[in-house]
């Protein structure tokens, strides 16, 4: 079963990340789509569960796909997740797909639209879709008419989905809007997701969340729904952090994991790596998602349902706390071995010389830079 | 305009209410319905826009019903929503619709069904549902089967609803569930009424939030999806605080009246006030409604529309906070003049002698109660 | 090192206790203060770590105090902390010490001197102090003149305390209070303690922060300003839940404990079993704090200096997760049969019978009792 | 009164802001220090209330201190406080001055001892300083250890303020640290501010709070220990969001101008205008800060009193409504015009021609930067 976990490393968080304050450049920063994929085939041969790459455009944009699609099979990957981007042109301002202006709403949807082409070209099957759309102040536009808009949009992209792809759309309460996101909260995703149509699922990300939100809840529901898209996994203590998926609060992780039981849908990890080392980031995150869910599998069921049956409130939570006790570092080690990656992928990675070689090879860092200066 | 808004105000909000650390008796605390109604008359006496009073059940129950009912219409008052207890019974403890032992769901729905029968008997158009189901520690029950529970027991009380009844679903995130709520969030509610059917709507109650969930834009939402049923009115600065509405933030309530406009759906008050002078908080939350809802009305739609269309970000917000500067105590003031009630309801009620005679007339206080006791 | 652990758990933890919703009454409740140390022994026998049993008043008030003590060390066990109620009383519903009237204050301080005295006599070495002051409105009441007040108050009990007790004063943002509680934050705590003297410390409950607040970074504050006095262990995932500690994140606690070190102060645990079993959730409670303790003695403190000095970002957290990802149940289990305790306290509760023989012997267990009643 | 209030107007509001998703360049920006200067000059000529301007180094590094200062008198401001720069260089990847190597510190502390040197050169009197410093894994580094180095720091640059100088600590939960912020909270401020001496204060931004924080009872503690240094206003509904003071709720704004009375501590802007015109942005934050003051005096302060000390809790708490639901805006109007300023300052900026002037003399916009890229 363990083995069964396939997960999405994604080719930006190879690249340099910050906050607004500082993006700190890192020695090694892969300086093209071809090297961030290779970052994520070191990943995958270090822990034989990361085999998709999930891409970001335009930031993999090259001249030719066709080349790009045959780096990544050659290197023992696939296409993950195509992720387009409408928050990063002067034009996306007050919006890309909700903005009151049709032409930037038109440049929006021709983007989303040629994202649907090059998913095309490279064998991916999902546009991931998170729209930074929304507003910083009251009044500052009509929110209902926002809504119409962004469903108008995505009617017209899902329409020229090919039946293999579907849309995954992502919800995130602030940031960068500041007052009201248009896609804010789970249940707005959906209500987009259930005009669209059958192939439009949602995407849940675990630092998209208001403090509190019990998100193994809302996988629950959206699961039930048959409209649960797949993770963006990270983990967070205050805003949207973008923290190591399960360095927070492991157990809660493991509990997401509970909720999945062994129908899994697209796991894709979607951090921001400011102050450490990069590679070594993702190779941690994927174990510690293969930890969280081998302890998953180590629940025992039917003693869980007899306690659920019988109002025995602490007899089933302690079959989780059981679980959740196991130190699963050996299984999971072994379970990588079996599938042709190493028995402790981070320190495989601290010995292989990787990091160092990509330093020497990729040549000199970026200099800082930042979202607020003067 | 400003004639429209018509109020429900709870009879629950009469009575004694307080914390699990304590409840602080009231001296002139209404013995029974009867003298609840006359509180809610008093209030619509000072206030000209309080003529419905919003029921509990049991604990509004009387031997005789047609007999309360003449009571609230010679008062003045019209019955506002029904509103079921599930809560407070010892076979609750782990749930009522929810329950996994359906023998105790069985009990939860005959309530229910009682309560639309009271609600015929006493000319009411809705039930008002909150659930108090709920799971305290991960893995206490199966969170899906809880939910498809719910749904079960619901669709036997809305297969029941005469045709004038309809019914209105609460949600909030936790309070007495700590752990997972099973009607958490505005979506979770959405989800039940579309699967009820077209009676069905969701209620929002201004304290049932995560903190920063934006609450105007899910009114919005739901006013745009047909399933805005209403609102419990009160306000927060931290959890379900239950405190005086638009005292914590008065310019949110404002902003949530711009969004509605003039349809205004069933509004109703729903507080604890566990330290302030019952009536007297009842009739400045009446007040403070007002005083919201006229400032909404002056805000220059025209202007606002053509702001957001160019883009204008603060043109557009400047539009709201110029009506929401507006001083409309003295309009307000006329207007209540002009239906009969008080220019200044507090000091009114404070000069009436209301509030003394009805300790004089109706007794001792009872003793402090609590939630915590060893 | 494991054995040095010692645990007071609450005499009030072994009574009923729920919501302003609710509270459930449970089968075996103690009766009176002794039965409520008979729990805590059984605790402390299957745990061998729970050794003293922290007493409420006047909820634990009996007519003799040395029968009491007697009972408590027949037990064997001690007295704990011994915590003051200045919440229960009508005279209090605006505050005790920090209430505008000074005869309510003067009430307030009596009390608190009769526990210092009720601690003399029971050899207890603690003021376990919280207060529910605070108040609901802006403008309600002078947050400046309701400081010096609570100063001028504790002052006076200081100054009465004899050398062998330390006076603990707890924080808590919100509820009872719902705008400004007078010592909201371990900050106001920390300031009253300076002014008052050496003996006093901050005590921290787990539940008494708002969302976000890092508990790890504050008890190392408090530490390294020697105004550390103790814990209050519970886990919350909303606002002041009381739930179980390390139910919702067992890596919180974990890393409270790597803190520490091998100092720790006055562990108490402060729960409210609402809907568990209460004498299994004490038992659970305890091995939780174990399991969390065992773990950060795990900690490879050198190799985590190595790893900081360096700037090793990732080789310094990875410390922190192998510790964690241990396995301490049979370690655990070998150092409690070591002490006199079970292998596996929770089953050798359920094996015990003990659960069942107090349901019996204590009689029938009280109608549901609510802070919320109209 | 009103004439009283003066506002320090950020060099650095002036300039180009964003989030890490993306900087939105504007149109008009100024392009060096003077232009900057010019901006403050345009809102304190509008205003009438805003002389002063906060600086930034080395944002606002020029080689010309003297030509600065001069710039700025012939503008008619003054040099509000100098603000170092701690977090743009590769160096304070981990930290400024509680880094972990001793080299980076003392970097750090050769910047802070600079910039007291310019505040003495531009007649400044107050330092004011934020800290990004902190940690974004548990483990990553020794909280205890962080903070003596930041204090060792501290009172190295505190040794060296001329007597006319004073050191502002500012406080922040998180960001763009995501685990421990080393001066995270208020209490952590005023523990640095009181090892530092007495001309050492703590500095409130309004932003910089976990959810629910009471601002004004930090600020009733803060005023009361004499250690209220200022306030970085501006506004917030989730994280740091850093929109227009008292856009999300004015009541609060209102209620800190309330607890400071005629006492005015040095009050200076901070926000980010990332969507919304700027100069306009900061004029209306101008405004804002006016009309609360304002209402703020027309608080009855001896009804407050009465009622206060009456315990009569909505009478006090009605006594801040009625003062805040004044229109103030024509009082504020003439007290502007009395100054020298505009009655409605946002429409004479619109009508002046500056924005349209600045846009033409200072040339293109610079391209979208961003945070986060591959």
């Known amino acids: 079963m363990l083995a069964r976990l396939e997960i999405e490393t994604p080719s930006w968080g190879y690249g340099d990340s910050g906050t607004r304050f500082a993006t700190f450049p890192q020695a090694g920063r892969p ?6 994929v290779d970052d994520a085939a070191e990943v995958h041969r270090l822990t034989a569960a990361a085999p998709a790459v999930a891409l970001h455009f335009p930031w993999d944009q090259v001249d030719d796909l066709a080349a790009l699609r045959a780096h ?18 002067l034009d996306y301002k007050l919006g890309s797909v909700a903005n009151p202006d049709p032409v930037v709403r038109g440049r929006a949807v021709a983007h989303l639209l040629e994202c649907v082409e090059i998913a095309t070209a490279l064998g991916s099957t999902a546009q991931s879709l998170w729209l930074a759309d ?10 209902r008419a926002r809504r119409e808009r962004v469903l108008e949009c995505l009617a017209e992209v899902y329409a020229a989905l090919p039946p293999e792809q ?21 249940g707005s995703a959906l209500l987009f997701c259930q005009k669209l149509g059958e192939r439009a699922a949602v995407l849940v990300d675990f630092g998209h969340h208001l403090q509190g939100a019990n998100i193994e809840q809302i996988v629950a529901i959206l699961a039930a ?5 797949g993770f963006h996994f990270n983990n967070r203590k205050y805003a949207d952090d973008d923290l190591i998926v399960g360095s927070v609060n492991p157990f809660e992780l493991f509990s997401v994991f509970v909720e999945l039981g062994t129908e899994l849908p697209r796991l894709t990890i979607d951090q ?4 450490e080392a990069k590679v070594e980031a993702m190779t941690l995150s994927v174990v510690n998602v293969q930890d969280a869910y081998a302890k998953a599998l180590l629940v025992d069921r039917d003693a869980l349902a007899a306690a659920q049956a019988e109002g025995d409130v602490l007899g089933a ?9 196991c130190d699963v570092r050996e299984l999971c080690g072994r379970a990588r071995v079996a599938a042709g990656g190493a028995a402790d992928p981070v320190a495989a990675l601290r010995e292989s010389g990787y990091v160092e070689r990509i330093a020497r090879e990729r040549g000199e860092a970026a200099p800082v830079s930042a979202g607020w200066n003067a």
């Open 317 to 325: 939570h302690e079959q989780l706390l059981e679980a959740f006790r």
């Open 134 to 143: 929304g507003t910083n102040y009251a009044g500052q536009d009509d929110l």
């Open 272 to 275: 921001a790596h400011n102050v």
């Open 225 to 229: 729904e048959g409209r649960l898209g």
């Open 31 to 36: 300086r093209n789509a071809f090297e961030r």
């Open 72 to 89: 990544i099979e050659a290197r023992g990957l696939r296409v993950g997740a195509v992720n387009p981007n409408l928050f990063q042109e």
């Open 166 to 186: 579907e849309l995954l759309l992502e919800y995130k309460p602030f940031e960068p809007a500041f007052y009201a996101t248009d896609v804010a909260d789970w």
